[in-house]
């Protein structure tokens, strides 16, 4: 058996939270200082703003502007114990869990773990596909994209060219069509600067996806938009197509067209992180786990589960809730509620709308009472996406690279870094 995890043993109900995403976060900041001892596990040191991950990945922002460490933010609180570590195995009968850095029991127990990549079973599209659900998957993008230029400025044929300066993004909802309308603008604005011999006109940008419309998530008006933005900017997006083979260097459509790229980014879905020992728990469509209105594991006795591997089904939203930020906020608040005072309220879900960025100056949103593009939506993404930043700091700083790069249409972080003891990549 494992050794136990060093974290004191006290006459306090200890609340163990797997997971300081949105959900996990808020739900431990809420808890802290209620009477309860709280174990946060994350396989991270910091805390993860997922939404601008893509403008990491495009040379944008610096990690460090986007992500929060963890122990700062607790820095003066008492009766919470964070450890890094990867949570393995949940031992429902005994209460306990295991974990790479030994086990650790608890009284109760939320699962906020989030969702990563679904690549649908397909082990040639995850290894030769780039995904973005985390700061270092993003870095990795960022290193790959900026190398992928300096290959391209040294290969003479325009065939293998072709390879490195072309970019597929698969899935058009949100993460794609941001992502999109980014490598766009790296295209139009920073390849004449940085890399003035390479031909612009060379380097291509695809957005495909399976549906009829864009962000399928949104409204009719708000996918028809985006693909209006994305035209002009000269992304070719191709809709009613599937991939069917990604290779090192080619991707294959349903249509039966082969693109040649050694980029192929694959936005196309998401699936949620299960655990080991949790086999009996009811899953829902995208691995989600079945709760009830007061977010307890159906079927389980203090478990429960929140944010994206929480499927609640309402009326509303049959199908469990948007897997978006505001729901793994408000979810934490609701469980919060209920652990601190014992009252059971079950979770209503109050949507606030929502939104996708399209390059400078272009957004769509969509509120309840309507929808609307254009640069006022732009500025409000800037906002929102502003002000749910953990941290003064990060705000001020992203505030201020935004507002360089808006001024000048540059940026100064494109640093291919490597991260190795002798500093050398691996040959
Ligand atoms: C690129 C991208 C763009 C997005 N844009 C938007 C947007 O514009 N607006 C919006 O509302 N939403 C957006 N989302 C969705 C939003 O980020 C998620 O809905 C939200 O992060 C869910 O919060 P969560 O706490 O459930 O999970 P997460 O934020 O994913 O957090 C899960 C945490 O669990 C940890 N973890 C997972 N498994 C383990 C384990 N076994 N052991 C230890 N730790 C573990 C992870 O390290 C992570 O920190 C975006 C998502 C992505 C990926």
Not at 132 to 145: C, D
Request: one cysteine or more; aromatic letters at 10%; a positive charge.
């Amino acid at each position: 058996m494992q050794t136990v995890v060093n974290i004191p043993e006290t006459d306090k109900q200890r609340i163990v939270i797997i997971g300081a995403g949105f959900a996990g976060l808020t739900l431990a900041k809420k808890l802290v200082d209620k009477g309860y001892q709280v174990v946060v596990f994350d396989r991270n040191n910091f805390h993860q703003f997922q939404p601008l991950l893509y403008q990491v990945a495009m040379s944008g922002l610096e990690p460090s502007s986007i992500s929060f460490p963890l122990r700062k933010i607790f820095q003066k609180k008492k009766d919470i114990h964070i450890r890094m570590a990867e949570v393995i195995e949940v031992k429902v009968a005994e209460k306990y869990l295991t974990t790479n850095i030994g086990r650790c029991n608890f009284d109760k127990l939320v699962i906020a773990t989030g969702a990563t990549t679904n690549f649908y079973g397909n082990e040639q599209i995850a290894k030769n596909t780039f995904s973005l659900k985390s700061t270092g998957e993003a870095m990795y993008l960022r290193n790959q994209v900026l190398r992928d230029y300096e290959t391209a400025l040294i290969t003479r044929d325009y065939e293998i060219r072709q390879k490195y300066l072309d970019t597929v993004v698969v899935g058009g909802g949100a993460t794609g069509v941001e992502l999109a309308g980014a490598i766009a603008e790296l295209k139009h604005f920073i390849l004449p600067k940085d890399y003035v011999e390479l031909d612009n006109k060379e380097v291509d940008v695809y957005l495909v996806h399976s549906g009829e419309r864009l962000l399928p998530g949104m409204s009719q008006k708000s996918g028809a938009a985006a693909e209006e933005f994305l035209l002009k900017m000269g992304v070719n997006v191709i809709k009613n197509t599937t991939v069917t083979d990604v290779t090192e260097d080619s991707v294959t459509l349903s249509d039966g067209r082969v693109i040649t790229t050694k980029k192929v980014i694959w936005a196309a879905g998401i699936t949620g992180n299960k655990l080991a020992g949790l086999e009996h728990a009811i899953l829902e469509r995208g691995n989600r786990y079945k709760v009830d209105p007061y977010h307890k594991l159906v079927g389980f006795e203090d478990i429960y589960a929140i944010g994206d591997i929480a499927s609640m089904s309402v009326p509303d939203y049959p199908e469990g809730h948007p897997q978006v930020a505001q729901t793994a906020l408000q979810q934490a608040h609701n469980l919060a509620s209920i652990l601190i005072s014992g009252k059971m309220k079950p979770f209503t879900y109050k949507d606030k709308g929502s939104m996708a960025t399209i390059g400078r100056n272009r957004a769509v949103v969509d509120f309840k009472l309507g929808h609307f593009h254009g640069f006022f939506a732009w500025i409000l993404w800037l906002v929102v996406h502003l002000m749910a930043l953990i941290g003064t700091r990060n705000k001020i700083f992203v505030f201020l690279n935004w507002v360089w790069n808006y001024i000048t249409y540059d940026q100064s972080l494109r640093l291919i870094l490597r991260a190795s003891k002798d500093g050398k990549w691996p040959s």
